[in-house]
């Protein structure tokens, strides 16, 4: 059974800093692209950054150059390391798996993250 558990949300301060966890179980070796998307209230999901299986990332436009994504494949966690955080990074925040062969999405539940002075 696929599995994605999200971890390390809180209330950080404005300019803080943040790492998110991400562990992953189910997928064997059928994952295509993970990444990280978030949600704030009364706004559309959007891509924070995603990694493929050959290695290029991308990263959303508003957060370029303030996080960083990477995978640990022995432990099968995914990580997203934030930084300079303001309040408009607040949202939860979500893993996401997408197999190639199946077409399918993944989500886990979902961490807060809340930016605050």
Wanted: aromatic fraction near 12%; charge should be positive.
């Amino acid at each position: 059974q696929e599995q994605l558990v999200e971890s390390g949300g809180g209330l950080v301060q404005i300019g803080g800093s943040l790492r998110l966890s991400c562990a992953y179980s189910g997928f064997s070796f059928s994952i295509f692209r993970m990444g990280w998307y978030r949600q704030a209230p009364g706004k559309q999901r959007e891509l924070v950054a995603s990694l493929f299986r050959d290695g290029n990332i991308n990263y959303g436009e508003s957060v370029k150059g303030r996080v960083t994504i990477s995978r640990d494949y022995a432990k099968n966690i995914l990580y997203l390391e934030m930084n300079s955080l303001t309040p408009e990074d607040t949202a939860v925040y979500y893993c996401n798996a997408f197999r190639l062969n199946t077409q399918q999405n993944y989500w886990g539940q979902g961490t807060q993250v809340t930016v605050s002075s």
